[in-house]
């Protein structure tokens, strides 16, 4: 790997781990396509798992005090459930399908609240938020969106729907470096995956960005909270899908 794409890589961590810090989902959204570029799929699911675990870590210890354990629980069993099917099916989407599932994903924040009756507080609503939302996590590389739906018509602040959805997907990364990472490590092909020094490097700046992010939450209101997500994904869900078809129609 080249330097120069290992500085790119730091740099998006930081970037990305900031958004995610204001917006709690918006910067893993960011942060996949960026990788899907400069790396093999596979490697990318990697490094984002790897990335993202200590970004939304970060996020949860940070914000510890606003998390709802009980939701934790439960996600976390489904969590388990959901990456065992997936790792026994050993699917990994193509770049093209990749991108194109991503662009899809913001969709999913236009949806009518009066449609939605989700409530992640709810254990048996938590459980299958789990299920779903880390299923797409291991097939699409993000599922933000999916994961705000549970989160909807909770009576949660913005600190609380930030710190507790953090927590979930500390076991949402951990089962995708397990799922792609445990068959790259079997092989001991891990082509693409970046070298120890840039992780060494883009984690602590993760960890950075988070804390930046979280002071930008702390001047937002909840009201404006929730508007700029819906924009801030759907922009770059239209970027995806562009980049979907640009790669289904150019690429041999």
């Known amino acids: 790997?080249?330097?120069?794409?290992?500085?790119?890589?730091?740099?998006?961590?930081?970037?990305?781990?900031?958004?995610?810090?204001?917006?709690?989902?918006?910067?893993?959204?960011?942060l996949m396509g960026a990788l899907?570029?400069?790396?093999?799929?596979?490697?990318?699911?990697v490094t984002h798992g790897v990335l993202q675990l200590v970004a939304n870590g970060w996020r949860a210890i940070l914000h510890r005090r606003h998390v709802r354990w009980d939701i934790i629980g439960w996600y976390a069993a489904a969590s388990i459930i959901a990456a065992v099917v997936v790792s026994l099916i050993a699917f990994v989407p193509s770049?093209?399908?990749?991108?194109?599932?991503?662009?899809l994903v913001p969709i999913l924040v236009w949806l009518p609240q009066r449609w939605i009756s989700l409530d992640?507080?709810?254990?048996?609503?938590?459980?299958?938020?789990?299920?779903?939302?880390?299923?797409?996590?291991?097939?699409?590389g993000v599922a933000g969106p999916l994961l705000?739906?549970?989160f909807v018509r909770t009576e949660l602040t913005r600190h609380a729907i930030v710190a507790t959805k953090a927590a979930t997907q500390v076991f949402s990364h951990m089962a995708?470096?397990?799922?792609?990472?445990?068959?790259?490590?079997?092989t001991r092909h891990a082509d693409g995956v970046p070298p120890l020094w840039v992780f060494a490097i883009a984690i602590p700046v993760?960890?950075?960005?988070?804390?930046?992010?979280g002071l930008i939450l702390e001047r937002l209101s909840d009201v404006n909270f929730k508007r700029y997500t819906r924009y801030i994904v759907t922009g770059i869900g239209a970027v995806y899908f562009v980049q979907a078809v640009r790669l289904f129609l150019f690429t041999p």
């Open 95 to 103: 770049k093209p399908l990749l991108y194109l599932l991503m662009s």
């Open 206 to 213: 993760s960890m950075a960005g988070t804390a930046v992010g």
């Open 36 to 45: 899907a570029l400069v790396l093999p799929v596979q490697a990318a699911f």
């Open 176 to 186: 995708k470096i397990i799922v792609y990472g445990g068959p790259m490590l079997a």
């Open 148 to 150: 705000d739906i549970f």
């Open 120 to 140: 992640a507080a709810r254990p048996p609503q938590a459980f299958a938020s789990g299920l779903i939302v880390t299923g797409l996590n291991l097939s699409a």
């Open 1 to 30: 790997m080249s330097g120069l794409i290992g500085l790119f890589l730091i740099i998006t961590a930081f970037v990305t781990a900031t958004l995610s810090g204001v917006f709690g989902m918006a910067g893993g959204m960011v």
